[in-house]
């Protein structure tokens, strides 16, 4: 897996995954090199993804960690002051993390209303473990507040004690089954015309090679806590999760946009659901980590809610927290022939026409002090080859929601995508 995000990124089909988080005081204080420097020195003395870089031939995916001697923060965090946080996310999607540098694999942003992005490559970090970063910080802010003896300079040494968790195929069994084998090649080696892809929505085709530059439009939505109460209340009392019930309503806001095509070309819309493995490896919430999977549906379009379909979707998601580890361990049989399998990609049919990451809720730590999380946003790339719209959510720790919407002109039409906002919008508020 660490193999495929470096690979990807370096082909120039994804860039940087990330999220943010407003870390606010009473009394107003601003996150500045004082006061953020000590706590980062923290992080990376104790979390081994914060000091690596790679080395090798990424033309060939032959590539090791290595451990940097030492980060110098000033180069990796930014100051940007007055800037709307579309805007930032913007920026920062369209900047891939360079690799084989004397930089760590990761940046940070911070604006002026002390929301800080952090922007990292794929390979040392998955979504759940953006949230994990933005945790560990809170508590390092709190303990280096309340230390009178606390280092703000920006060169940071990185230890040689840490160790990294081990990949994925180490914790967790992700060897495939052979129907699950069979049905994989299948359905790479089929015609198109006998795939279940065929009459599948997937948005417009990928570009014939990848764009110099990939800029990604970000739309936020929030759904605040009262509403995200009723909501949780809701799928409770149907034996559903929020996951599920935007799963379901994604697909009734998306059918109905797709009946009104002319052509009526579609009967299905392609999905994919991310899983995280953190739980399969039974590995803390804390542990930064790249622990993906995924899960990969065609549900049939259907423009009318039903809180059946909700719930049974719930349910299959729950069986497949481990199974969809085999997603996984079907890249053993590319036998590190990522560069081919990835550029045979453009030009085709995308692999998705959306997919949805819930990244869970922010969890305060159990350290007290003066600092405090608000909003929390979480963000992703990969609208080249993969999905045409991203479609990526968390909770904060007022119980709020806040959503992420990402695309590209090349993936989707922008009005189309304003409409499915807004008519995701409105389908929830109409189940609340």
Not at 158 to 178: A, G, K, W, Y
Request: aromatic residues 8%; charged residues 20%; glycine residues 4%.
């Amino acid at each position: 897996m660490e193999r495929f995000h470096i690979t990807k990124a370096f082909l120039g089909l994804d860039t940087v995954i990330l999220a943010s988080a407003q870390y606010t005081t009473q009394d107003g204080t601003v996150l500045t090199p004082e006061t953020l420097f000590p706590a980062l020195r923290n992080l990376i003395e104790s979390q081994a993804p914060l000091g690596l870089q790679t080395m090798g031939d990424e033309a060939t995916a032959n590539v090791s960690w290595v451990r940097l001697p030492s980060v110098d923060l000033s180069r990796v965090v930014e100051f940007s002051g007055e800037r709307e946080l579309a805007d930032a996310y913007e920026s920062q999607l369209a900047r891939p993390i360079k690799t084989q540098t004397a930089l760590p694999l990761w940046r940070v942003e911070v604006l002026a209303d002390n929301t800080l992005i952090f922007a990292n490559h794929h390979a040392i970090c998955d979504g759940e473990s953006l949230l994990s970063f933005h945790m560990l910080l809170l508590r390092a802010l709190q303990e280096t507040s309340t230390s009178t003896s606390v280092d703000a300079s920006p060169v940071v040494m990185v230890p040689d004690t840490t160790l990294l968790i081990p990949p994925v195929e180490q914790l967790v069994d992700v060897r495939p089954s052979f129907l699950r084998t069979v049905q994989e090649l299948y359905e790479h080696f089929a015609p198109a015309s006998w795939r279940p892809a065929r009459f599948a929505w997937s948005g417009h085709p990928t570009p014939f090679k990848p764009p110099p530059q990939i800029n990604t439009h970000i739309r936020f939505l929030t759904l605040p806590s009262a509403e995200s109460s009723q909501l949780l209340a809701a799928c409770r009392a149907h034996g559903a999760t929020i996951t599920s019930v935007l799963y379901v309503l994604a697909i009734n806001v998306l059918s109905r946009l797709l009946q009104c095509d002319p052509l009526m070309r579609y009967k299905h819309i392609a999905t994919i659901t991310a899983i995280s493995l953190r739980g399969a490896a039974n590995l803390p919430r804390e542990a930064i980590i790249d622990y993906p999977s995924s899960r990969t549906t065609y549900p049939r379009l259907d423009p009318i809610f039903s809180w059946a379909d909700a719930a049974r979707e719930s349910r299959e998601l729950a069986s497949m927290k481990t199974s969809t580890a085999k997603t996984v361990g079907m890249l053993r049989w590319l036998f590190g022939q990522y560069v081919p399998f990835m550029q045979e990609k453009l030009g085709t049919r995308r692999e998705a026409g959306f997919t949805m990451s819930n990244i869970g809720r922010f969890e305060t730590p159990d350290v007290k002090g003066r600092w405090s999380v608000g909003r929390t946003v979480f963000a992703q790339s990969d609208v080249i080859v993969g999905h045409a719209l991203t479609f990526s959510l968390t909770g904060d720790p007022s119980g709020a929601l806040n959503f992420s919407f990402g695309w590209t002109d090349s993936s989707v039409d922008t009005p189309f995508v304003e409409q499915f906002i807004e008519g995701l919008r409105e389908a929830i508020l109409e189940i609340i």
